[in-house]
């Protein structure tokens, strides 16, 4: 009797990994297609356990992302952390990524060990309408980010702007802001709140300051902006208008509001 259950057992198992490395992943993604809106799918090729999809597409009217060739190679190892999980590659915005997705039974999502590069012309089309030019190469390393429930718990992550340059004409006459060596941390503190640190160096503006946000949405804004001494003078004449003048030269801006009410 135990001979029979073992060759049962066996043979289950023989069936479904058969089933994951060689069943095609299209007609599986195809079935699916409902239940991911506003994730749009094309171009699915391979196997359920390694295969790739020619062009995904996030259609949200707030912000839109588009990604190509996105290829993933389930991670077994995923099993034993109590969900499923996969190895993913992408590429988009003039550059690419890859890291590990991994879905918790109980419907969390985690990301980890997911780096990135991107030519930040590229993500100009982001943007609401054309209020800024941007020039200079970013990457980036996100250590962990987790959703629980739907809702953001966790990110902690570095990005980097490598020669950043912003042109903006959102205040009238072309201002051009040289940023030098632009930095973004952003790292996970309690009660599921984040502290995002920014600073610069190396160019025409020096940024120093913080960002603390809430889960609810709340934040507050504490940002010093320095010029250089050779600074372009609209640059300069902007900060006069629209932020306050600070010891040391520099500039400040302080703000509190709400990120989901727009304030």
Same mark, same amino acid.
């Given at each position: 009797?135990?001979?029979?259950?073992?060759?049962?057992?066996?043979?289950?198992?023989?069936?479904?990994?058969?089933?994951?490395?060689?069943?095609?992943?299209?007609?599986?993604?195809?079935?699916?297609?409902?239940?991911?809106?506003?994730?749009?799918?094309?171009?699915?090729?391979?196997?359920?356990?390694?295969?790739?999809?020619?062009?995904?597409?996030?259609?949200?009217?707030?912000?839109?992302?588009?990604?190509?060739?996105?290829?993933?190679?389930?991670?077994?190892?995923?099993?034993?952390?109590?969900?499923?999980?996969?190895?993913?590659?992408? @590429?988009?915005?003039?550059?690419?990524?890859? +890291? !590990? /997705?991994?879905?918790?039974?109980? %419907?969390?999502? *985690?990301?980890? =060990?997911?780096?990135?590069?991107?030519?930040?012309?590229?993500?100009?089309?982001?943007?609401?309408?054309?209020?800024?030019?941007?020039?200079?190469?970013?990457?980036? @390393?996100?250590?962990?980010?987790?959703?629980? +429930? !739907? /809702?953001?718990?966790?990110?902690? %992550?570095?990005? *980097?702007?490598? =020669?950043?340059?912003?042109?903006?004409?959102?205040?009238?006459?072309?201002?051009?802001?040289?940023?030098?060596?632009?930095?973004?941390?952003?790292?996970?503190?309690?009660?599921?709140?984040?502290?995002?640190?920014?600073?610069?160096?190396?160019?025409?503006?020096?940024?120093?300051?913080?960002?603390?946000?809430?889960?609810?949405?709340?934040?507050?804004?504490?940002?010093?902006?320095?010029?250089?001494?050779?600074?372009?003078?609209?640059?300069?004449?902007?900060?006069?208008?629209?932020?306050?003048?600070?010891?040391?030269?520099?500039?400040?801006?302080?703000?509190?509001?709400?990120?989901?009410?727009?304030?």
């Amino acid at each position: 009797m135990m001979r029979v259950v073992r060759l049962v057992l066996l043979g289950l198992l023989a069936y479904i990994v058969s089933v994951v490395f060689l069943f095609p992943a299209a007609p599986l993604v195809e079935r699916i297609k409902p239940q991911i809106q506003p994730v749009q799918l094309t171009g699915v090729t391979g196997k359920l356990f390694n295969g790739q999809v020619a062009s995904v597409v996030y259609a949200d009217d707030l912000l839109p992302l588009e990604f190509q060739n996105v290829g993933w190679k389930l991670a077994p190892g995923a099993l034993l952390k109590g969900g499923a999980g996969a190895n993913v590659s992408f @590429q988009g915005y003039g550059g690419g990524g890859d +890291g !590990q /997705v991994r879905k918790q039974w109980n %419907g969390d999502l *985690n990301v980890s =060990d997911l780096t990135f590069n991107a030519d930040s012309k590229e993500l100009e089309v982001l943007l609401p309408g054309p209020v800024a030019d941007f020039s200079g190469q970013i990457d980036g @390393q996100i250590d962990t980010v987790q959703l629980v +429930g !739907q /809702v953001l718990e966790t990110f902690d %992550g570095t990005i *980097n702007w490598n =020669d950043a340059v912003i042109v903006t004409r959102l205040y009238g006459p072309e201002i051009t802001a040289n940023l030098g060596q632009f930095n973004i941390v952003i790292s996970p503190e309690n009660n599921a709140a984040h502290l995002v640190t920014l600073k610069s160096n190396g160019g025409d503006l020096n940024l120093d300051g913080t960002v603390n946000l809430s889960a609810n949405g709340d934040y507050t804004t504490n940002l010093l902006l320095t010029p250089a001494a050779n600074a372009p003078q609209p640059l300069i004449d902007t900060l006069k208008q629209r932020t306050r003048p600070d010891s040391g030269g520099g500039y400040r801006i302080q703000h509190s509001g709400n990120m989901n009410q727009g304030t």
